[in-house]
T-cell receptor, first 113, second 115 residues
């Protein structure tokens, strides 16, 4: 099955700085890579996703890059704000399974004011 | 309506109790999911229903019993749970297969405590 590794497990940044979270996946057949943000006591919310036919996608202060050859994808948050503090999960979906996402272990991001 | 709703928000039950968790969506999604999540860990898939039929059971113990009465509702029946089953139970839905629309919408979860 798919194995997704996520680093770092914790990340502390100064407000206004950038944050980068990296994930690697094991199955080259994976073709869909969402990122979820989960604030304390709340539901996971999709913040951005990318498909395997695209190398980069951006939405305001958030961007995701995908390197299919190296089998890794990264989340970039620029100009971080205190409300960016949360746990972030990357995930990958196998083409052979229409429903199952393999999640990374999560990164706890703390933005210091 | 672009939300997945879940009831109750919190549930405390004894090991001999029987209770049910409920999930509802009115987005016309045909795939619905149950996840279990421990604190600061990723969601773990339990069950998937596609077009009201059980599509995936991730070897979940029989003390958890899912039910999909119709395309908008998903239940999780609980019986004889153990303290280690205490967790946040998340429901999610997606249009069809993730290959299509892609996005999975999560509900707010039910915080379950088993005494």
């Amino acid at each position: 099955g798919e194995n997704v590794e996520q680093h770092p497990s914790t990340l502390s940044v100064q407000e206004g700085d950038s944050a980068v979270i990296k994930c690697t996946y094991s199955d080259s057949a994976s073709n869909y890579f969402p990122w979820y943000k989960q604030e304390l006591g709340k539901r996971p919310q999709l913040i951005i996703d990318i498909r395997s036919n695209v190398g980069e996608k951006k939405d305001q202060r958030i961007a995701v890059t995908l390197n299919k050859t190296a089998k890794h994808f990264s989340l970039h948050i620029t100009e971080t704000q205190p409300e960016d503090s949360a746990v972030y999960f990357c995930a990958a979906r196998l083409t052979s399974n229409d429903y199952k996402l393999s999640f990374g272990a999560g990164t706890t991001v703390t933005v210091r004011a | 309506d672009t939300e997945v709703t879940q009831t109750p928000k919190h549930l405390v039950m004894g090991m001999t109790n029987k209770k049910s968790l409920k999930c509802e969506q009115h987005m016309g999604h045909r795939a619905m999911y149950w996840y279990k999540q421990k604190a600061k860990k990723p969601p773990e898939l339990m069950f998937v229903y596609s077009y009201e039929k059980l599509s995936i059971n991730e070897s979940v113990p029989s003390r958890f019993s899912p039910e999909c009465p119709n395309s908008s509702l998903l239940n999780l029946h609980l019986h004889a749970l153990q303290p280690e089953d205490s967790a946040l139970y998340l429901c999610a839905s997606s249009q069809e297969r993730l290959a299509g629309a892609g996005e999975q919408f999560f509900g707010p979860g039910t915080r379950l405590t088993v005494l």
